[in-house]
């Protein structure tokens, strides 16, 4: 009986996560990043925000974010491994993500996609 009520209680128990400090194109990415299954997501926003001039929104009747710039579209599909780029579809290597009212995307995928290049510069 003990030891059930013992794991129960490690159940209960939070996880210690790493913070994962993330530079993109030299703007350092931190906080609203996690690691699943071996990828790292981030969320949409804060990343659109670092390579600077995104105008990002939600669109519920897709259940997808949408992002523009004066010369570029973006729609991430939650659930999808897959996003849309100016008409085209590129997939990634794990599906976007819907947590806390966030899309959050795999990092490196979205990343590669938009051109830039990502350092991991700390892992505490």
């Known amino acids: 009986m003990i030891c059930l009520l013992l794991f129960c209680l490690l ?3 939070p996880v210690l996560a790493k913070e994962i400090t993330v530079t993109v194109d030299g703007k350092e990415l931190s906080g609203n990043i996690f690691v699943e299954n071996g990828v790292t997501y981030t969320a949409l926003v804060p990343l659109l925000d670092a390579i600077g001039g995104w105008n990002a929104q ?7 974010a949408h992002a523009e710039t004066d010369l570029f579209t973006l ?18 290597n794990a599906p976007t993500l819907l947590r806390d009212g966030r899309t959050y995307v795999p990092l490196r995928s979205v990343a590669s996609l ?6 991991f510069t700390d892992w505490q």
Do not use: F, K, N
Not at 58 to 64: G, T
Not at 114 to 119: D, E, F, I, N, S
């Open 11 to 13: 159940l209960e128990s």
């Open 58 to 64: 939600w669109d519920s009747s897709r259940r997808a």
């Open 75 to 92: 729609t991430a599909p939650i659930g999808a491994w897959h996003m849309t780029a100016d008409g085209y579809t590129y997939h990634m």
């Open 114 to 119: 938009l051109g830039c290049q990502v350092t």
